[in-house]
């Protein structure tokens, strides 16, 4: 199996995004799986203000907030775990399990899970106060540009032991999944068995990170914090699979609030603009990029591909246009030194087609950038260090599932 080399005995492996999210961690994460016969299990920590895709080259899609991206390929594992740290949306939880057929005893809840509720998006949209009560709209997290989800006000209300915070031992339905994740885990890992590690978002959106911060999600997006909320031991941490992309991206500025209150879509936007309903237009700041990048309009990045249809890109959970900067060199470097952890990097370089339209839809194995095409080898050279080129192991050519190239 090709991605074998991607896992060890005894040891997690993790994927994370190296900068702001939208990487396309799910395509990573599913391929490395699906194309791998020595993994046994996947571990996440996700919470819902994040989304994961895989789209298969059958033309199934499949959307995930709660479970790892490989969970369509329920043949091929023997449990998927959600970890204490990780926070459930109870919809989004029976979607996904339902669309994805899971046998229901491959699956292994933590008892102390989060579970999102309305007050916490109602107050992170300022509808709400912290308590849950109506008030005159607020500024939430709306300010710096969040997807508004509720999941950091669900966070604060575990740290705070609000009596109000739910937890998936607190859910009848859920009683059958719940178990000791942590011990079942390292169980599987002293027998020598290897798991997978998705870590949700990506690292430059770390709340510790003093050059972005506040303009970040409400946790750590680090190997380390992937660990610590999966209460997992460093010690188990093996591989890092690193993915980035040529075009780094940033959620929207904006929200489009209606009359009601509902945050509209880009969609929904767009036709209260045809058929002149009122909306707000609510201008916050999703952030800055690195000083090393220089942010682009989606026409800049059609143009620069050379591809004949034009490019734009929605967020996955809010739906609405996504900002989109140049690489950072910074920011790889910083994505590395960070998430070093107890075996190799790997990396994966996805939206290769953003940059040279003639890799569009490639697939197969490649001995060295240097059998690229022209345009993609040249970004390679440019962007990667010598030992960075040494570490690239995936490169993404599309959006399915096979449009990956191995190195």
Same mark, same amino acid.
Request: hydrophobic share 35%.
């Given at each position: ?27 990573i994460g599913s391929f490395v ?186 946790? =750590? ?5 992937? @660990?610590?909320?999966?209460? *997992? &031991?460093?010690?188990? %941490?093996?591989?890092?699979?690193? !993915? ?47 000083d090393d990048q220089s942010e ?46 107890n075996g190799e990097i790997f ?12 890799? =569009? ?5 490649? @001995?060295?950038?240097?059998? *690229? &095409?022209?345009?993609? %080898?040249?970004?390679?050279?440019? !962007? ?24």
């Amino acid at each position: 199996m090709i991605t074998n080399f991607c896992f060890k005995p005894g040891k997690l492996t993790i994927c994370l995004d190296a900068s702001a999210g939208s990487s396309g961690k799910g395509k990573i994460g599913s391929f490395v799986t699906h194309h791998a016969d020595n993994w046994h299990f996947a571990v996440n920590t996700f919470m819902p203000q994040a989304g994961h895709w895989v789209k298969l080259d059958n033309g199934n899609k499949y959307f995930y907030q709660t479970f790892n991206s490989c969970a369509c390929f329920h043949d091929k594992y023997e449990k998927l775990y959600i970890a204490p740290g990780a926070m459930i949306e109870l919809p989004a939880f029976w979607r996904e399990l339902e669309e994805n057929n899971i046998p229901r005893h491959k699956i292994g809840i933590s008892p102390v899970a989060a579970i999102l509720q309305d007050i916490d998006a109602g107050f992170e949209k300022g509808v709400l106060d912290f308590d849950g009560k109506p008030v005159e709209r607020h500024d939430g997290t709306m300010k710096r540009g969040t997807t508004a989800h509720g999941c950091g006000a669900c966070r604060a209300r575990r740290v705070l032991r609000r009596a109000e915070a739910k937890y998936a031992r607190d859910i009848p339905e859920l009683k059958d999944f719940i178990c000791d994740v942590p011990n079942e885990i390292m169980a599987r890992l002293d027998k020598g068995q290897s798991g997978l590690l998705e870590v949700a978002q990506g690292f430059q959106l770390s709340y510790l990170l003093p050059e972005f911060f506040p303009y970040t999600t409400s946790r =750590n997006c680090t190997t380390m914090a992937g @660990m610590d909320d999966a209460m *997992l &031991p460093i010690h188990y %941490a093996g591989n890092v699979i690193i !993915n980035c992309r040529t075009l780094p991206i940033r959620i929207n500025n904006f929200k489009f609030i209606a009359p009601d209150g509902h945050h509209l879509t880009w969609a929904e936007k767009c036709e209260y603009d045809n058929l002149g309903k009122k909306y707000e237009k609510y201008e916050g700041n999703s952030g800055p990029g690195y000083d090393d990048q220089s942010e682009l309009t989606w026409e800049q990045v059609t143009e620069m591909s050379g591809s004949e249809t034009p490019i734009i890109e929605m967020t996955s959970v809010t739906k609405l246009p996504r900002r989109v900067f140049t690489f950072s060199k910074k920011n790889l470097a910083d994505a590395i030194k960070y998430n070093r952890a107890n075996g190799e990097i790997f990396l994966s370089v996805n939206f290769m087609n953003y940059i040279d339209s003639e890799i =569009n839809g490639r697939s197969g194995s490649v @001995m060295s950038t240097n059998d *690229l &095409p022209k345009r993609s %080898a040249e970004w390679c050279k440019k !962007n990667l260090t010598e030992e960075q080129l040494k570490m690239l192991r995936f490169i993404g050519t599309g959006e399915k599932l096979s449009e990956q190239i191995v190195c």
